[in-house]
């Protein structure tokens, strides 16, 4: 029987969490005020919270000196190739070790997991010398290869999870109605984890487009993604806070309107299975 | 249409498709410093003249250092031309990896590079980057802060000279700091302004034979005069404080005094920027009577890779950027306040410069700086606020962090020290040095 919530119990329930997620949100909110200061408010003491004379200056100057646009265009490819690539080899990977598991699934899963505990720089100069003789210096294939590598193990981890919650007896009943391995996974299975897969997706873009090492060292520029389009404007001799806040809004931007609209379905993904 | 016309419509065409044939497109890569995006708006000058295109890739210095070093080291080819510093240039010349700069055309008049700069940028006496704009560190002050105090900054101050001031400027009450000074950790960062400031100290890193030397009473006198003055008179939290947040600082009017790189002139006398822009003044960094003044010496400097396919582009470029035509441009179009100072002799000469208010000082503070000569005591290595090896950036980033550490109380200026000491040697030793 579920325990009675009282309305001030309720309320004050409601007040901690908005605390929370405004906390949460608070350098995304400064980050965004702060773009539509000039470069004296912006370092203001005290600092200045909404009393300020509101400038677009920063937005003119960026899209003048930067080419949003090819940056933009460079990383929804490189976030959305990434993921793509990444569901496609996951979703079986994922099915044969939640369905047809051997003795070595769970050394695999850990083993999978353990190459994302090595440092990202260790591993710099063999990629950079490996893109240089396969010439994929500075090109989105590229970059879309080796996102996808990177956040792999995520992608496999995350169905994996969810294909464990999904009833083998449905896939046993279709496989006794004749249904392929193919038709299994591709008309039976995957339907069935739509809600995992979408959060997997939306998850896999979100790491894919905050990615920062790989993006700015294996590029130049013409696969340079919005991650190299920021770096642009931070700089240890001169204070140009405004115009890197308008840089970062930039950025993020089209991130978190995606994030905004498919949030529903991004927590219906992430607590799939969690309550039965 | 006659044959004069037919010849002269052949010899357009001939010109127009050979430029076109020889088009390049460049790749540069730059940090985002004031003068550099100014270079990037002025590129179609550069086109205009050479049928060549230009593609920047604009990064934050230290990404930009990691960037561009990893490239060069495996001859990758992502970049025709990178803006490197003073510390990179002699030891990338000598490894081979830079193009020598050996065969600059008469016009680009090599002879009227700084000395001081040229020297900076060579290895064996070969040029391997061009200056773009060159810069020591002085003192800046608030003249009126300084009258209040009923003090007169002399020229060339000495180090006890600039304590007591900023102990007699200091107005805790009305948030005021007497001085502030790096003591961010980072080799460039409180690194650079502690090195510069140990040679005035008679201290150096290394020895002739490569031993550390943080163990001697120079650098103790160093540390304990730095943390003495700035615990007195420092903002609070002065251990995390570097370029930025000091100039954020002065310019709100809540420094008496900032020793830091000369290009902060430009922007602490920016009326739209700084609140203090009418009452500043400038000197020579201090010293302490041994021969040594704790200023240093830097330039960021264009140069080529020798991966890259395209040299003469390349070169061209340079040329252009660092010619005397582009420091006339610049002042043509943003004023002559704006140009890339510190790298040519003739800048200092045209009577239009020298009436900008820190010209002068600047010039001074860089021909007070000896990269080749920078120690009371003789030391093996080349640079004022760094040794040119490539162990340096890493060794000094150790240091800095140990020595930030004791700014901030969490250990002794002792002990810091001897930490430094142990550390070094330790690398140094492992590096094949001892």
Redesign the interface.
């Known amino acids: 029987m579920a325990r009675a919530v009282t309305p001030q119990r309720k309320a004050i329930n409601t007040a901690a969490a908005w605390a929370v997620g405004l906390l949460i949100f608070f350098p995304i909110l400064w980050t965004i005020l702060t773009s539509f200061k000039t470069e004296a408010t912006a370092i203001a003491d005290p600092p200045v919270f909404l009393a300020f004379d509101w400038t677009l200056e920063n937005y003119g100057v960026v899209m003048e000196r930067s080419n949003y646009g090819r940056f933009l265009w460079n990383s929804i490819i490189i976030a959305g190739g990434s993921t793509l690539l990444g569901i496609i080899i996951a979703v079986p990977a994922a099915w044969s070790m939640a369905f047809v598991p051997s003795k070595r699934t769970k050394d695999i899963l850990m083993w999978m997991l353990s190459t994302k505990m090595l440092p990202a720089v260790g591993v710099l100069y063999p990629i950079y010398l490996l893109f240089i003789k396969m010439g994929l210096l500075d090109t989105k294939f590229g970059l879309v290869i080796v996102l996808m590598l990177i956040n792999l193990p995520i992608i496999v981890w995350m169905l994996y999870t969810y294909f464990k919650e999904i009833p083998g007896e449905i896939l046993e009943a279709a496989r006794m109605d004749g249904a392929s391995l193919k038709e299994e996974v591709i008309h039976i299975l995957t339907p069935m984890a739509v809600p995992g897969i979408a959060s997997t997706i939306l998850l896999n873009v979100i790491l894919a487009w905050n990615e920062a090492f790989w993006t700015l060292n294996l590029t130049a520029a013409k696969a340079a993604p919005l991650t190299a389009f920021i770096a642009s404007y931070s700089s240890p001799e001169g204070l140009f806070y405004a115009k890197l806040s308008a840089a970062s809004t930039m950025a993020i931007a089209p991130i978190l309107i995606l994030g905004w609209f498919s949030q529903k379905q991004l927590v219906s993904g992430l607590t799939f299975g969690a309550v039965k | 249409m006659s044959l004069k016309n037919a010849l002269r419509a052949a010899t357009a065409l001939t010109v127009l498709t050979t430029s076109a044939t020889f088009a390049e497109t460049l790749?540069i890569?730059t940090?985002?410093?004031?003068d550099m995006?100014r270079m990037?708006?002025l590129t179609d000058d550069f086109t205009a003249k050479t049928g060549h295109e230009v593609?920047?890739?604009?990064?934050?210095?230290?990404?930009l250092r990691?960037?561009v070093t990893?490239?060069i080291s495996?001859?990758?080819?992502?970049?025709d031309i990178m803006t490197i510093g003073m510390y990179e240039t002699p030891i990338w010349g000598a490894n081979g990896w830079l193009v020598p700069l050996d065969n600059l055309s008469e016009d680009y008049d090599v002879a009227d590079i700084l000395p001081a700069m040229a020297g900076g940028l060579s290895h064996d006496g070969t040029l391997y980057a061009a200056p773009f704009y060159g810069e020591s560190s002085m003192i800046m002050y608030r003249t009126d802060l300084m009258e209040k105090a009923g003090l007169e900054m002399p020229d060339a101050p000495s180090w006890e000279f600039i304590r007591d001031a900023a102990a007699a400027m200091t107005d805790r009450e009305n948030e005021i700091n007497g001085i502030c000074l790096r003591g961010k950790a980072g080799w460039?960062?409180g690194g650079a302004l502690i090195t510069a400031m140990s040679n005035s100290f008679g201290a150096r890193w290394f020895d002739m034979d490569w031993n550390a030397q943080f163990d001697t009473e120079a650098w103790a006198n160093t540390l304990n005069f730095y943390k003495g003055m700035m615990d007195a008179s420092g903002p609070a939290g002065y251990a995390t404080n570097?370029?930025?947040e000091n100039?954020?600082l002065f310019?709100?009017g809540?420094c008496g005094m900032w020793i830091d790189?000369t290009?902060a002139a430009s922007?602490v006398t920016n009326p739209?920027?700084s609140?203090v822009a009418d009452s500043v003044g400038f000197a020579l960094a201090p010293d302490n009577g041994l021969g040594k003044r704790a200023n240093w010496l830097w330039a960021w400097a264009l140069a080529i890779p020798a991966g890259t396919q395209k040299q003469d582009a390349a070169l061209q470029f340079i040329e252009w950027a660092t010619s005397k035509d582009y420091i006339e441009l610049v002042a043509a179009k943003e004023g002559w306040a704006n140009v890339p100072p510190g790298a040519r002799i003739s800048l200092y000469e045209n009577p239009n410069y020298q009436e900008v208010p820190f010209a002068q000082m600047t010039l001074d503070s860089i021909l007070s700086a000896d990269p080749n000569n920078s120690t009371v005591e003789p030391s093996p290595y080349v640079g004022v606020q760094f040794a040119a090896i490539p162990e340096f950036a890493g060794i000094a980033t150790e240091v800095s962090q140990e020595f930030s550490a004791a700014y901030a109380g969490q250990q002794t200026v002792e002990e810091a020290l001897e930490k430094a000491q142990a550390l070094t040697n330790d690398a140094m030793e492992a590096a094949g040095y001892r």
Request: proline content about 0%; charged content about 20%.
């Open positions: 790749t890569a940090v985002n410093n004031g995006i990037q708006g593609e920047w890739v604009t990064l934050e210095e230290n990404v990691q960037r990893t490239d495996t001859k990758g080819g992502a970049f460039g960062e570097g370029f930025n100039l954020s310019q709100q809540k790189a290009v922007f739209n920027d609140t």
